[in-house]
């Protein structure tokens, strides 16, 4: 069982940054796959961004649409994974959500196991 707790949210102008965190709980964190989504209101939920449980080397995929933009990391001594956005746009404007997947990939939200409450992101034109 793994608990993840998001945490950074919040207003931002358009051109700002953010920094969002997940924390989780549990073991074996190094084995779990992690990814971003973003569900804006009257939107499907989306990928954003995501580590495989294997890479060890700094990588993360992107969505299109913030690739440039934003930078995923993790610290598997720290048990968190972080997503710095830069160079906001109002369209950048969601619910954000971590979530996990063991020793799986990929960007599809049904494949995740795990996911946390959400944090809101909103950023003003």
């Known amino acids: 069982q793994v608990q993840l707790v998001e945490s950074g949210g919040g207003l931002v102008q358009a051109g700002g940054s953010l920094r969002l965190s997940c924390a989780a709980s549990g073991r074996s964190f190094g084995t779990y796959s992690m990814g971003w989504f973003r569900q804006a209101p009257g939107k499907e939920r989306e990928f954003v961004s995501g580590?495989?449980?294997?890479?060890?080397?700094?990588?993360?995929y992107y969505a299109d649409s913030v690739k440039g933009r934003f930078t995923m990391s993790r610290d598997n001594a720290k048990n968190t994974v972080y997503l710095q956005m830069n160079s906001l746009k109002p369209e950048d404007t969601a619910v954000y959500y971590c979530?996990?997947?063991?020793?799986?990939?990929?960007?599809?939200?049904?494949?995740?196991?795990?996911w946390g409450q959400g944090t809101q992101v909103t950023v003003s034109s």
């Open positions: 580590i495989m449980w294997m890479w060890n080397d700094g990588r993360a």
């Open positions: 979530a996990a997947q063991s020793r799986g990939w990929g960007i599809v939200p049904a494949g995740y196991d795990y």
